[in-house]
C-alpha cells in the first residue's frame, strides 16, 4: 500500500524558510519511472505543480518560483524535502506531495496547510 | 507554460444527470492529460489518466475523451458521491499545470 504523510510548521513568519518533509512507503523512489512531487493549494483556489524529485535524482521546479526552491532527498531514509525561502503572505496553501508514475500523479499526501503570518 | 482552461466553472446538476466538463489546452498535448476529484478538505484524487485511461478502482460512469488540445471528462449518471471538484492537468512536460477546477453542485 502506498502512503505518502507531509510534515513540517502550521505557521511561519514573512521572510522566513520553509521545511516540508514527505515521508512515503509502499514504492521505491530509486525505480524508474517514479518520482515524488510537490502540490500546493491556496485556500479556495486551484492546485498548483511546484516541483520534482525523479528517481534518477533529476529535480525540475516551478519556473516562477525556482530560485526559491529546493527538493531533495534524505538517502538514508523514504523521505523527500521541499524547502522554500523568503515565504510571504501569499505562499499561504496547503501542501500536498504525491507519487507519480510514469508521469501519472497517482497517490497523494494527506496535505499540509501551511500559514504564513507574523 | 502549457495553460489549461476549464468550463464551466461551476455546474448544477440533479442525480442521475449526463454532466460533461470540457478543458482546453494552450498548445497541443497528445493524450497527456489526467483528471481528479477533489472533496473539501481532502487531497485530489486520480480519475482517469492518459485522457481515457480509468484509474484503479473508478466506476465506470466515468469516462475521459479528447487528445490535442480538446478533453472532456463525462460522468455518465451523476450520483450523490460525485458533488465535488473537478480538475484537469496535463503532464506533457515536466511543468505539469492544471485547469481551474470546476465545482458540481447539487441542483
Keep these: 500500500q502506498v502512503t505518502l504523510r507531509e510534515s513540517g510548521p502550521a505557521l511561519v513568519k514573512p521572510t522566513q524558510t ?79 506531495c504525491a507519487r507519480v508514475d510514469a508521469g501519472v500523479v497517482s497517490d497523494w499526501g494527506q496535505g499540509i496547510l501551511v500559514t504564513v503570518s507574523s | 507554460d502549457i495553460q489549461m482552461t476549464q468550463s464551466p466553472s461551476t455546474l448544477s446538476a440533479f442525480v442521475g444527470d449526463r454532466v460533461t466538463i470540457a478543458c482546453r489546452a494552450s498548445q497541443s498535448i497528445g493524450n497527456w492529460v489526467a483528471w481528479f476529484q477533489q472533496k473539501p478538505g481532502k487531497a485530489p484524487k486520480l480519475l482517469i489518466y492518459r485522457a481515457s485511461t480509468l484509474g484503479n478502482g473508478v466506476p465506470s460512469r466515468f469516462s475521459g475523451s479528447g487528445s490535442g488540445t480538446e478533453f472532456t471528462l463525462t460522468i455518465s449518471s451523476l450520483q450523490p458521491d460525485d458533488f465535488a471538484t473537478y480538475y484537469c492537468q496535463q503532464y506533457n512536460s515536466y511543468f505539469q499545470t492544471f485547469g481551474q477546477g470546476t465545482k458540481v453542485e447539487i441542483k
Design chain 1, 18 to 96: 520553509l521545511t516540508l518533509t514527505c515521508t512515503f512507503s509502499g514504492f521505491s523512489l530509486s525505480s524508474s519511472p517514479t518520482c515524488v512531487t510537490w502540490i500546493r493549494q491556496p485556500p479556495g483556489k486551484a492546485l498548483e505543480w511546484l516541483a520534482r524529485f525523479d528517481w534518477n535524482e533529476d529535480k525540475y521546479y516551478r519556473t516562477s518560483l525556482q530560485t526559491r526552491l529546493t527538493v531533495s532527498k534524505d538517502p538514508s531514509k523514504d523521505q523527500v524535502v521541499l524547502t522554500m525561502t523568503n515565504m510571504h503572505p501569499e505562499d499561504t496553501a496547503t501542501y500536498y
